[in-house]
């Protein structure tokens, strides 16, 4: 079903304002396919991203800071994210040695082993994207880079 039937709306201003919507749209059903397969984890997204990004880390920690410009939502709050997955023993915080102002967030054993449990689910989010072949979901992302691009140009 095309965006105009999924929305109800049977024209639109231009190509601009239909493209738009269709990327909102699409964002909000790919944001709750991924809330559902992160539900019975308990965690939120921001939590499963800020996993992701100490994994892709590991060993070596990173800070709060490192964390947040790594993030997808940048408006997030790391450092409470942190401690949230701290208190279920997914990472763990030390102080930086060479800075002690600083602290150094690290991945544990049990959130690497969260993140292979999740990794084997997370097909089911990248079947959503069967439909496209490789060079058609290759030329997707460059188009969305394209527009973020444009919009830092000006």
């Known amino acids: 079903m095309g965006i105009q039937e999924e929305i109800k709306q049977s024209s639109f201003r231009n190509a601009y304002q239909k493209a738009f919507l269709n990327i909102l749209y699409t964002n909000n059903w790919l944001d709750a396919k991924v809330r559902d397969m992160l539900k ?18 590991h060993p ?3 800070s709060t800071l490192q964390i947040r410009e790594r993030m997808l939502d940048k408006m997030s709050d790391s450092s409470r994210i942190v401690d949230r997955l701290v208190l279920k023993n997914y990472v763990a915080k030390t102080t930086c040695p060479n800075d002690k102002r ?4 690290i991945i544990t054993e049990e959130g690497l082993g ?3 449990e999740i990794d084997k689910k997370e097909d089911v989010i990248e079947r959503s994207m069967n439909g496209l072949s490789p060079d058609e979901a290759e030329t997707l992302s460059s188009l969305l880079d394209k527009v973020r691009l444009l919009e ?3």
């Open 60 to 62: 070596e920690p990173l």
């Open 102 to 105: 600083l602290v150094d967030v």
């Open 152 to 154: 830092e140009d000006q």
């Open 40 to 57: 019975e984890h308990e965690l939120t997204k921001q939590q499963f991203n800020v996993l992701r990004i100490l994994r892709g880390s």
């Open 114 to 116: 969260l993140l292979a």
